[in-house]
């Protein structure tokens, strides 16, 4: 079976520009889960999204929003990028809501913006 | 407020050598607590977890880790490390309760391992 997926791979945007990272969940997962990690660091929690809904929000600005598709893939946004953006970002599905459920990671999205 | 406090950032190790990664956690209950290691330039896979019952977990490649309530540590060990190993290794706490930290991971800092030869 496939794992979780994200695109693209590689990113470099601009300070102010906005930029969609893309993830797809392993199949039959109904959650996804957002983490940004900055260099030297661990994950930090942005989103979780389950059955379509948001259902958790970690401590980001409202610059950073995400939804999620019928198909259960997701979508994660960022307007107004600053340079403090730079990370990477992971994507994280799991069969459900909460934290008994395993969330397997994907391989993340790399952004840079200068 | 969870969190997780891995005290070594760098550690170092022969091949053969054994491993104790320590891990602290603050959490109001028991919480749910993992280990994922992180190769470079890769995303992170799940070592091992523990939701309850026996406090000595196992997991893939030869890992465990012991749940000590009365420390809040969540250590993880190897009885002998292989080149293999050289990897980031993170401490994860998952919230038990409902609201918006429902499913939310908390994750250490790092621990960085690096396995001479």
């Known amino acids: 079976d496939a794992g979780v997926t994200q695109s693209p791979t590689h990113l470099i945007k601009t300070r102010g520009q906005h930029v969609t990272l893309r993830c797809s969940p392993i199949s039959g997962h109904k959650s996804v889960s957002w983490y940004q990690q900055v260099l030297g660091q661990g994950p930090q929690f942005i989103f979780q999204?389950?059955?379509?809904?948001?259902?958790g929000r970690g401590n980001f600005p409202d610059r950073f929003s995400a939804r999620q598709f019928p198909n259960y893939s997701s979508e994660l946004n960022v307007n107004a990028l600053l340079l403090g953006d730079s990370a990477l970002y992971l994507c994280?599905?799991?069969?459900?809501?909460?934290?008994?459920?395993?969330?397997?990671f994907g391989p993340g999205t790399r952004l840079t913006v200068t | 407020a969870q969190s997780v406090t891995q005290p070594d950032i760098h550690i170092t190790v022969s091949e053969g050598a054994s491993l104790e990664l320590r891990c602290n956690y603050s959490?109001?209950?028991?919480?749910?607590l993992f280990w994922y290691v992180q190769s470079p330039g890769q995303g992170l896979q799940l070592l091992l977890k523990?939701?309850?019952?026996?406090?000595l977990v196992q997991g893939i490649k030869g890992f465990e880790a012991e749940f000590k309530r009365s420390q809040s540590s969540f250590n993880l060990r190897k009885p002998s490390v292989h080149w293999s190993d050289a990897a980031e290794y993170f401490c994860a706490v998952g919230a038990r309760a409902g609201g918006t930290s429902y499913g939310k991971l908390t994750f250490g800092q790092g621990t960085i391992l690096t396995v001479h030869p």
């Open positions: 523990y939701f309850s019952g026996d406090t």
């Open positions: 994280a599905s799991s069969l459900g809501q909460g934290g008994f459920y395993e969330q397997y």
């Open positions: 959490y109001g209950a028991t919480p749910y």
């Open positions: 999204y389950y059955e379509k809904e948001e259902r």
